[in-house]
Nanobody, 126 residues
Framework: QVQLVESGGGLVQAGGSLRLSCAAS????????MGWFRQAPGKEREFVAA????????YYAAPVKGRFTISRVNAKSTVYLQMNSLKPEDTAVYYC???????????????????WGQGTQVTVSS
């Protein structure tokens, strides 16, 4: 069983920054592609960012590209999401997830992930 625990959410003013962390219990973490998703009130969960297991390939959803950065430290079994220039429309519950595949690639589809964290709330005030 893989456990993913997110932290770092909170309330921030528009234009501010937050860094989310996701600590994983999987012994395979160093070979697990990871991703971040978010779900705003009344909306479907959507893809935010993904990273391959070696950390040298990333992909971002258009609304966050240039503002958010995904990274990982395999020695700490942790993946991060640095969020800068936050906007009120970034308000959502943010989830990290582990891809079900072991290829050194990134994945953007929710059905490509098999384990999910409990989520952390990010609220951006205007």
């Amino acid at each position: 069983q893989v456990q993913l625990v997110e932290s770092g959410g909170g309330l921030v003013q528009a234009g501010g920054s937050l860094r989310l962390s996701c600590a994983a219990s999987a012994r395979t973490f160093s070979h697990d592609p990871m991703g971040w998703f978010r779900q705003a009130p009344g909306k479907e969960r959507e893809f935010v960012a993904a990273i391959n297991w070696s950390g040298d390939s990333t992909y971002y959803a258009a609304p966050v590209k240039g503002r958010f950065t995904i990274s990982r430290v395999n020695a700490k079994s942790t993946v991060y999401l640095q969020m800068n220039s936050l906007k009120p429309e970034d308000t959502a519950v943010y989830y990290c997830a582990r891809a079900r595949y072991s290829s050194n690639y990134y994945y953007t589809g929710q059905d490509e992930y098999d384990y999910w964290g409990q989520g952390t709330q990010v609220t951006v005030s205007s």
